[in-house]
């Protein structure tokens, strides 16, 4: 009884700490963790009912655009929907008493920390990733079965892949599975899900995309991107980050820090493998198994026809969640309370990173509004020149204003920078100056 009360207490200091760690997160960033696609989301969360783009589902950018209703800029509504989605899946958790224990420990992960002060999809998909979960094991028990089976699990991937378009690799897994285990009583809900949901996407692409983008696939999809080498160096780097607790991102100009890095990530999965085999899997845990290997490996095929940024802990988060999971069931089965440790070493060594590389993003975005409303550009469109020799810092500017006037379009075409209208880091940098991150 003593060991259960000093294990609730630990859970809720470990939310608590959690949710303190994604405002200090953003806060004490230079530009509020945002990024070029954060440009873009706010731009079309702003700019809806038109559709500015469908580089992305609409999922995100109206999620942005609903909390705008209550007063908040784009910005700040993204934040609020990061904090919720942390929110939602702790309360969820509780709520169906679904690996709570497990989760409260993945998400105090500082790269889950990074992930809800990020103003990505992925802050959304990882709530409704955690609830489809949830509903796979309620058909893998028998808790849903039939109609209402096919249509939860039908529902949630449609929903996911409205969210992110990787969640098509749900779909995939969902059929997979289903065929699978085709003989057993939850198998055809599953594959009929899973081509429920392929119907969508393809209904999807000759509806939505086709009418404001018809030469979308043309232009994104290409055979022959990368070597499988590379990608395969990629994949290793990725997978050894996502599943480094306490350090998700490697040292871009490499050095012994990174074999440190990759080698935790490393023993990691190594571990993780190590307790399956020994331990062994239930049904659901066989799903989350399947969810994340899956999702892994379609995430790393894609890149053969798919031009992506290298997988790292954002591409992989919501097919690491599910690993994430079993990991911290396998090891508390194993260890105990000591599993704790992983967590709370995390959040450790995250506070550190924030207080060493700390910066001040309200005091940038006074800055950046002074300059705006001096400008009169705080509510026009704003062009803004970037090019692929720019570092960090001069294209940080352009991120650091859309955080206050988010319909900023990158171009880059030099002759734009002879026109009055668009922005250029040197015209921006000559007139203010932004506190900056020690480190990236």
């Known amino acids: 009884m003593r060991k259960r009360i000093l294990e609730n207490r630990i859970q809720i200091i470990m939310i608590i700490t959690t949710l303190v760690m994604i405002f200090l997160r953003f806060l004490l960033n230079e530009k509020g963790r945002v990024n070029p696609d954060s440009v873009r989301f706010m731009r079309t969360a702003h700019l809806f009912p038109e559709i500015d783009n469908t580089t992305t589902p609409m999922g995100y950018p109206l999620g942005i655009r609903f909390f705008t209703y209550f007063g908040l800029d784009e910005f700040w509504a993204s934040k609020l929907l990061g904090v919720l989605a942390f929110g939602f899946i702790i309360w969820f958790a509780w709520k169906k008493q679904f690996y709570l224990r497990e989760i409260i420990m993945t998400c105090a992960l500082f790269s889950l920390v990074s992930l809800f002060g990020y103003t990505m999809s992925e802050a959304m998909m990882l709530p409704f990733v955690f609830v489809f979960l ?19 699990l039908s529902f949630m991937l449609i929903l996911l892949f409205n969210i992110r378009y990787p969640g098509l690799f749900f779909m995939g897994t969902a059929m997979l599975f289903g065929l699978i285990n085709r003989r057993k009583r939850y198998g055809p809900a599953f594959i009929y899900s899973g081509i ?14 086709n009418y404001f983008n018809e030469k979308y696939v043309d232009s994104f999809l ?17 997978l050894a980050t996502t599943f480094n607790p ?40 066989k799903f989350l198994m399947a969810c994340g290997v899956m999702g892994i490996a379609c995430s790393f095929f894609i890149q053969y026809f798919y031009g992506i940024t290298p997988l790292d802990y954002r591409l992989l988060a919501p097919f690491a969640l599910p690993l994430w999971m079993l990991y911290f069931r ?8 000591l599993t704790y440790a992983v967590p709370i070493l995390s959040l450790f060594t995250g506070a ?11 005091e940038n975005r006074k800055i950046i509004t002074e300059y705006l409303e001096a400008e009169n550009r705080l509510d026009t469109n704003i062009n803004f020149y970037i090019n692929d020799e720019m570092d960090s810092r001069e294209s940080q500017i ?11 379009r990158f171009t880059k075409n030099p002759l734009d920078t002879l026109k009055k209208e668009t922005l250029t880091p040197h015209r921006a940098l000559t007139k203010i100056k932004i506190h900056e991150n020690n480190f990236q």
């Open 134 to 152: 949830f509903v796979g094991r309620q058909v893998i028990v028998g808790q849903l079965e039939g109609w209402k089976a096919f249509f939860w």
């Open 196 to 209: 429920a949901g392929f119907v969508f996407v393809v209904i999807y692409k000759l509806t939505f995309i």
């Open 222 to 238: 290409e055979i022959g991107l990368h070597p499988t080498s590379r990608l395969l160096v990629e994949l290793y780097q990725g």
């Open 246 to 285: 306490f350090i998700h991102i490697a040292n871009p100009g490499g050095g012994v820090i990174n074999f440190m890095i990759y080698g935790i990530g490393t023993i990691n999965i190594a571990l993780l493998t190590v307790l399956v085999i020994k331990a062994g899997i239930s049904e659901t845990e």
């Open 330 to 337: 396998k090891l508390y089965r194993a260890s105990g309370t």
């Open 352 to 362: 550190v990173f924030i207080l060493l590389s700390r910066a001040d993003y309200l």
């Open 398 to 408: 352009a991120e650091l204003i859309s955080t206050v006037n988010p319909k900023v």
